[in-house]
């Protein structure tokens, strides 16, 4: 499966839009990008997953590059319970996530 | 989102015994599921993935004798942790999946070995 290359930690505004990158530059055709958290001592919590197009959902958008060797997670109006640690996952159909460092989300009031 | 229950929570037990953790897909069928392992501090290690009816595929470095895993039906998968010892313990996890869906994970189990 693809590595995944994420900022360890970054800082949000509550109410400010939070952009997470994350760069996945050896990427295959099938293999699609799933984000997920985890909030501390709980399971993840899937975010959302995309192929190519851009994706949105209830809690997030999701922007691949057209060359799909990365991508941005957007929380569009981050509140203090969005402080979570963010897994960017590229994984083919097989199901198999393999979970890097993630990136560690602080919202601030 | 569907939903994934683990049993118990937390457990804490004395060195050499067996501990057996549940994991259910309470509202769907899960085709295969997914038991990792998460020490303090560290990202979740992908244990083993098991398809309900076949022998789970463990990954590299986990000892199959040791983490028992059955996968009986659609709904249910048990980790059991045999002669358990103090480096066993950890934060386990479960996820399920259904077909080409997303996995869903469930609440975790702390395991303590004393």
């Known amino acids: 499966d693809a590595k995944t290359t994420q900022p360890t930690s970054m800082d949000c505004a509550e109410g400010r839009a939070a952009n997470l990158p994350c760069n996945h530059s050896?990427?295959?055709?099938?293999?699609?990008v799933y984000w997920y958290r985890q909030i501390h001592s709980q399971g993840p919590q899937y975010i959302i997953h995309?192929?190519?197009n851009n994706e949105t959902n209830e809690m997030a958008s999701l922007i691949i590059t057209e060359d799909r060797k990365s991508s941005t997670l957007i929380l569009p109006h981050a509140t203090l319970r969005d402080t979570a640690v963010y897994y960017c996952?590229?994984?083919?159909?097989?199901?198999?996530?393999?979970f890097g460092q993630g990136t560690t989300l602080q919202v601030k009031p | 989102g569907a939903v994934v229950s683990q049993h118990p929570s937390w457990v804490i037990c004395k060195s050499g015994t067996s501990v057996k953790i549940e994991c259910r897909s309470l509202?769907?069928?899960?085709?295969?599921m997914f038991w990792y392992r998460q020490f303090p501090k560290q990202s979740l290690m992908l244990m083993a993935t098991?398809?309900?009816?076949?022998?789970?595929?463990?990954e590299q470095g986990v000892e199959k004798d040791k983490f028992l895993i059955n996968h009986a039906s659609l709904t249910l998968s048990t980790l059991t942790v045999t002669s358990a010892h103090p480096e066993d313990s950890s934060f386990y996890i479960c996820?399920?999946?259904?077909?080409?869906?997303?996995?869903?994970f469930g609440p975790g189990t702390r395991l303590t070995v004393l």
């Open positions: 050896t990427i295959s055709g099938n293999e699609y």
């Open positions: 996952i590229v994984q083919r159909d097989t199901g198999k996530l393999i």
């Open positions: 098991s398809n309900e009816g076949s022998k789970a595929t463990y």
């Open positions: 509202d769907f069928q899960a085709t295969t």
């Open positions: 996820s399920a999946r259904a077909d080409r869906d997303e996995q869903f």
């Open positions: 995309g192929l190519k």
